[in-house]
T-cell receptor, first 112, second 116 residues
Framework: AQKITQTQPGMFVQEKEAVTLDCTYD???????LFWYKQPSSGEMIFLIY??????QNATEGRYSLNFQKARKSANLVISASQLGDSAMYFC?????????FGAGTTVTVRA | NAGVMQNPRHLVRRRGQEARLRCSPM?????VYWYRQLPEEGLKFMVY????????ESGMPKERFSAEFPKEGPSILRIQQVVRGDSAAYFC??????????????FGDGTRLSIL
């Protein structure tokens, strides 16, 4: 069975600073995908970034980057130059075949 | 908006009634997934469907819940004889038919179901 752990229930970050959201996972599979989603207070789920287990380079998408450490089974999300609009819940998820398993989420609050 | 469309956005039902949640996948996507999110929790997988086929319903309660994805029209998640514990946000996601395992699933805005 797959398990995703996000140990930070909530974080505060100052505007324009970077923030790292932790995610560790547990799986016995060799091929899997790791995803981060953002859920603002309005409730929708927004796809941010994807990392494949065989990808050698860390994924980046604009201000989002994924710090993938396969041996440690971690896939931390880094948000650079935080903006007020980044305040939201962030979920780490893992996909094997087709099912997504989600962590409990981390609430990020960006302060002006 | 060419994204995943879910309706209604909010649904209120009394205990014992039926709830029908609809999902139209993104254009070109033939795989649909339903997830449930209880308050303060992450999403939990319920069911995976392709056109006219249920591929995996292992996350769906055995009773009162059913899902379909007909040849024509949206995917439907049906909850019969609703109870208070069914109150949750229900999300639909879709993905294209190729490379299912490592494609991001694109989510709709969800249906918030409230049971009185």
């Amino acid at each position: 069975a797959q398990k995703i752990t996000q140990t930070q229930p909530g974080m505060f970050v100052q505007e324009k600073e970077a923030v790292t959201l932790d995610c560790t996972y547990d799986t016995s599979d060799q091929s899997y995908g790791l995803f981060w989603y953002k859920q603002p207070s309005s409730g929708e789920m927004i796809f941010l970034i994807y990392q494949g287990s065989y990808d050698e380079q860390n994924a980046t998408e604009g201000r989002y980057s994924l710090n993938f450490q396969k041996a440690r089974k971690s896939a931390n999300l880094v948000i650079s130059a935080s903006q007020l609009g980044d305040s939201a819940m962030y979920f780490c998820a893992m996909n094997n075949d087709y099912k997504l398993s989600f962590g409990a989420g981390t609430t990020v609050t960006v302060r002006a | 908006n060419a994204g995943v469309m879910q309706n209604p956005r909010h649904l209120v039902r009394r205990r014992g009634q039926e709830a029908r949640l609809r999902c139209s996948p993104m254009k070109g996507h033939s795989h649909v997934y339903w997830y449930r999110q209880l308050p303060e929790e992450g999403l939990k997988f319920m069911v995976y469907l392709q056109k006219e086929n249920i591929i995996d319903e292992s996350g769906m309660p055995k009773e009162r819940f059913s899902a379909e994805f007909p040849k024509e029209g949206p995917s439907i998640l049906r909850i019969q004889q609703v109870v208070r514990g069914d109150s949750a946000a229900y999300f639909c996601a879709s993905s294209p038919p190729d490379k299912v395992g490592n494609q991001p699933q694109h989510f709709g805005d969800g249906t918030r179901l409230s049971i009185l």
